[in-house]
């Protein structure tokens, strides 16, 4: 089983919007797939029962139940867990991270969201963890303000996924009702960015998992 979390300091960075798209496109490609909010705020969990249905599986636990919800998992057969993670750099991030095979921090790129990723950053070395900043939200024709936002990223050290998604209103609309871009759009360039970032992501899980068992 894989896992995967999804992980920022700043509140508004869009981890609960990529978590429910990644959940929905690993479920289309036929994989089993848990959504574990650890949020207290709970929107995924929300999103989840506006949702209903049983793949993505949507559940909301304290991270202090994480690893028994994740050997839960494991029991069920499920074959990738997605880990929605609260806004705040603490004890609950750094046990998503920790339990995660791969950590996925999004980010906007404005001034005061790459600040705040700096701390992330520390974090994700404490956990000792595969993690890539993802740029999210990113206004349409912004390709200069994404280089700067990239030369940021790379000077703190922080590895950078290839991928950005969008701000489209296909993300907003979507998920109002418990759907994703790919089903309130299909086809549409919100749903294919999405694609974009979870083969990337499956590419990189395969990629840890075998330099994992080669050790």
Excluded at 29 to 44: C, E, K, R
Excluded at 118 to 143: C, S
Excluded at 158 to 172: D, Q
Aim: net charge negative.
């Amino acid at each position: 089983m894989h896992v995967v979390a999804i992980v920022s300091q700043k509140g508004g960075a869009g981890k609960t919007t990529l978590s429910v798209h990644l959940a929905v496109a690993a479920a289309r490609s036929g994989l089993s797939v848990a959504l574990i909010d650890l949020d207290p705020q709970a929107t995924a969990a929300q999103w989840g029962d506006w949702r209903g249905g049983d793949n993505p599986a949507v559940v909301a636990t304290p991270y202090t139940r994480l690893e028994a919800t994740l050997q839960e998992a494991a029991q069920a057969g499920v074959d990738l867990c997605i880990l929605d993670s609260p806004p705040a750099a603490d004890a609950a991030a750094v046990s998503a991270a920790r339990a995660a095979d791969l950590v996925l921090v999004p980010t906007r790129v404005s001034a005061f969201d790459l600040h705040a990723i700096k701390t992330t950053g520390e974090l994700m070395r404490i956990a000792q963890k595969p993690a890539y900043t993802i740029f999210n939200a990113v206004p349409p024709r912004a390709a200069s303000l994404v280089e700067d936002a990239a030369a940021v990223v790379r000077g703190i050290g922080m590895p950078l996924a290839p991928v950005c998604l969008t701000e489209r209103a296909a993300f907003r609309h979507a998920v109002v009702d418990g759907h994703t871009a790919s089903e309130y759009e299909p086809g549409c360039k919100a749903a294919s960015e999405v694609d974009a970032v979870f083969e990337w992501m499956m590419g990189r899980l395969t990629k840890t998992q075998t330099v994992a068992q080669a050790a």
